[in-house]
């Protein structure tokens, strides 16, 4: 029988008690609620009564345990599951927890570099087959090698280009398929944690997805921010040839002055070479095209890997809620046939 400690507070056993009557039994015993047995070990916390009930025709020997207890806390919940980085089942949903981060991201950026190369591949054939219209309406090749001299709108064999709804529809299909995928896993990994390991194993997992997925998506907005706006800044510079850059004073004095020794030998070394027409900085060098290449990646990883990680975080901690109940009482079954208890 299991009473609130505050309960037990100023008892003393030195006379024949009956349990039933000092405390409030909810459910009573069947047996022995009555006893006016003496207690045969009384301490500060644990009182057991020891006594015979009668019951028709025949007698029961019972034994009635009194413990004294308060509500449970975090760490009454931490010792009964052994939720220590000592316990085996806890460092392997740690480490799971924190390997989902890293899948879940890589997840995320394949996906969208697939949805990338669909919509080129959309737009690809949507200009193929504007330039066959051109070339049916009589437009010179001149004209058509130059996108700047293309009507706005065009229709070839009954369909109106550009095609817009085409993307739109690409975009978000692909966006819809491609989150099947991560969004199992992370409703999946945890059940599959908890009926494995236990509550351990799920306190673990939710301990490693928060951390490594709070620092990873603290890393994926600074680092994709930062390549964005390189290329961003680069542009704001405009062109420059080699040429105008040696020529021209102002133009010197406009890019950062910790690279600008570095761009006039390079810009003297174009001229030498004959392309002073080459872009020595700006939109269109080399420069901005090692940008282009670093916003490839910055852009997924600031506006889709990164904030999806905060999904992560907060669907893996819900479902592990939700089924809480069903790994508290499955869990040590699974894990036990499996030989992990």
């Not at 437009?139 to 739109?168: L, N, Q």
């Not at 062109?239 to 600008?260: N, Y």
Request: hydrophobic letters at 45%; aromatic letters at 8%; proline letters at 5%.
């Amino acid at each position: 029988m299991i009473v609130d400690r505050a309960q037990l507070a100023g008892l003393h056993f030195d006379d024949a008690v009956a349990p039933g009557q000092l405390f409030k039994l909810s459910p009573q015993p069947r047996y022995g609620d009555q006893s006016t047995d003496l207690p045969k070990v009384t301490t500060s916390r644990r009182f057991v009564v020891i006594g015979e009930a009668p019951h028709d025709d025949h007698a029961h020997e019972y034994e009635l345990e009194i413990i004294g207890v308060r509500n449970g806390s975090l760490s009454d919940v931490a010792s009964f599951y052994d939720i220590t980085l000592t316990n085996p089942r806890v460092l392997g949903g740690l480490f799971i927890g924190t390997l989902l981060a890293f899948l879940f991201c890589a997840l995320t950026m394949s996906a969208v570099g697939r949805a990338a190369y669909a919509m080129m591949r959309e737009c690809r054939r949507q200009f193929a087959r504007m330039r066959q219209a051109f070339r049916a309406q009589g437009m010179s090749e001149h004209d058509i090698a130059d996108p700047e001299k293309w009507p706005k709108r065009v229709t070839f064999e009954g369909v109106e280009y550009p095609d817009y709804a085409s993307c739109v529809s690409i975009s978000t299909a692909g966006a819809q398929r491609e989150m099947v995928v991560p969004a199992i896993l992370a409703i999946v990994v945890p059940l599959v944690v908890g009926l494995l390991l236990d509550v351990p194993g799920v306190v673990g997992l939710l301990a490693g997805g928060l951390a490594s997925g709070f620092a990873v998506a603290i890393f994926m907005a600074n680092a994709g921010g930062a390549w964005d706006n390189a290329k961003k800044l680069i542009e704001s510079y405009g062109r420059m040839t080699a040429d105008d850059f040696v020529a021209k004073k102002e133009l010197q004095d406009k890019v950062p002055a910790e690279i600008r020794d570095a761009l006039l030998a390079k810009a003297d070394e174009l001229r030498k070479q004959g392309k002073g027409s080459s872009y020595v900085y700006g939109k269109g060098s080399d420069d901005h095209k090692a940008t282009v290449v670093g916003d490839t990646v910055g852009d997924p990883f600031k506006d889709t890997s990164g904030p999806s990680l905060n999904i992560l975080i907060k669907l893996i901690s819900i479902v592990s809620v939700v089924f809480a109940g069903l790994i508290v009482k499955f869990g040590p079954i699974f894990g036990s046939m499996l030989g992990l208890h």
